[in-house]
């Protein structure tokens, strides 16, 4: 991929991630909300599911951490829009990073963001990247995956999330779930799929 295809994906998730962020508050970003604690908080659930626990057994879910780092990516794109920092040179950062050699195993590379985000009270992408790489999670399937969530979380707003009348598990399980399974019998690659799933959220929730 290019840095120029990766910069025009990066424009469209940050478009897509500023209405999301106006939906919550028109001045989100005047708001000093601190993303950099949203990113560790969100470290922690994501090693959760990967595992860390040596006194038990664990199977890794893959679908949940690659959602739980596209988590951290929603908080960590937002502060890089209220920095001014989503342009050309982050993309030809975040693409060298991704083709580097992973130097960490993945629990350390989750601790070495969480460590990053505290320090600086900021985003890294780079340690960022270095998760992704990992996993290894391919810039591809983060843009997918981010496309979906950011379906799910509109779709949260739309249905009471705020309010708390929105229903977060259903038959069982939590909207996560769902929504990996619904994005598995679509195709992400539709310039409908956002609607699509949107289509699929709002058939399958019971409300």
């Known amino acids: 991929m290019s840095v120029e295809d990766t910069w025009m994906r990066l424009v ?7 209405r999301h962020n106006e939906q919550i508050h028109p001045q989100w970003a005047d708001q000093g909300h601190e993303y950099y604690r949203a990113v560790w908080v969100e470290c922690a659930e994501l090693m959760d599911h990967f595992g860390w626990k040596w006194w038990k057994r664990h199977a890794v879910d893959r679908d949940q951490v690659v959602l739980e780092v ?4 929603h908080f960590g794109l937002s502060e890089l829009i209220r920095a001014g920092e989503v342009n050309q ?10 083709v580097e050699p992973a130097r960490l195993d993945f629990r ?3 601790e070495e963001l969480a460590r990053s985000s505290l320090a600086s009270r900021g985003f890294d992408i780079e340690a ?17 995956t981010y496309v ?20 977060k598990v259903w038959d069982g399980r939590e909207d996560n779930e769902h929504l990996s399974e619904l994005v ?9 799929f956002p609607e699509d799933l949107a289509a699929a959220l709002a ?5």
């Open 148 to 167: 979906a969530k950011n379906v799910l979380n509109v779709f949260r707003q739309a249905n009471g999330y705020r309010t708390g009348k929105y229903r």
């Open 203 to 207: 058939d399958r929730y019971p409300g």
């Open 12 to 18: 469209a998730m940050a478009a897509m991630q500023r």
């Open 128 to 144: 960022f990247a270095g998760v992704m790489r990992a996993l290894p999670l391919m810039f591809d399937e983060l843009y997918e």
């Open 108 to 110: 350390r590379a989750v």
């Open 70 to 73: 596209v988590d951290i990516w």
């Open 89 to 98: 040179a982050l993309a030809r950062r975040l693409q060298e990073a991704l």
């Open 184 to 192: 598995a019998t679509l195709d992400t690659g539709a310039d409908s």
